[in-house]
């Protein structure tokens, strides 16, 4: 996880197409700078951070399911909850399903867990549009070569 540069997952563990859904993990970091403001002697990630990388999760579902050939861009968040504290040093894992997919946009459910237990959870909402240049398409795959994102579910 590098919090600086918003790159928020670090590994695709499981991209299931057939059954839409994946599962990823996120080591947050031990230092960060925006630990020092969040906070000072009580160090834990932020609520904005764990929707985000709930919507990175979805995103990488989507991608998959959209075979790299439209981009999901983060429409609504409905229902998010953070249920307990995510520390530096933990281990997310982060599941995203897809509940709904429309004409140009889909819904997703997702959910953070650390050591098994339930810290967040939200509803998001997806706009699918196309990759707006091929800078931003080289971008996308380069990240997911480095998060593992399976190269079978990238059409050629």
């Known amino acids: 996880m590098q919090l ?3 790159h928020l997952i670090d590994r695709i563990v499981d991209l299931d197409v057939g ?10 970091p031990q230092h960060s700078t925006i630990f ?21 999760a979805s995103g990488w579902l989507l991608l998959g399911l959209l075979k790299f050939e439209r981009m999901p861009i983060l429409a609504a968040v ?5 249920r307990g504290s995510v ?7 982060i599941e995203a399903s897809l509940s709904h997919e429309g004409s140009g946009f889909a819904v997703t459910e997702a959910k953070i ?9 939200a509803t ?6 196309p990759f707006p240049n091929s800078d931003m398409r080289g971008f996308m795959d380069s990240v997911a070569e480095r998060v593992g994102f399976p190269r079978e579910a990238i059409a050629p």
């Open 36 to 56: 020092e403001g969040h906070f000072p002697g009580y160090p834990l990630m932020p609520g904005v951070l764990l929707i985000e990388s709930m919507a990175q």
């Open 113 to 121: 867990r650390v050591g098994g237990k339930l810290r967040a959870n």
């Open 4 to 6: 600086e540069y918003f």
């Open 78 to 82: 409905k229902e998010a909850k953070v």
């Open 87 to 93: 520390f530096p040093g933990d281990l997310a894992t």
């Open 124 to 129: 998001l909402t997806f706009t699918l549009i």
């Open 19 to 28: 059954g839409k859904k994946i599962v990823v993990e996120a080591q947050v």
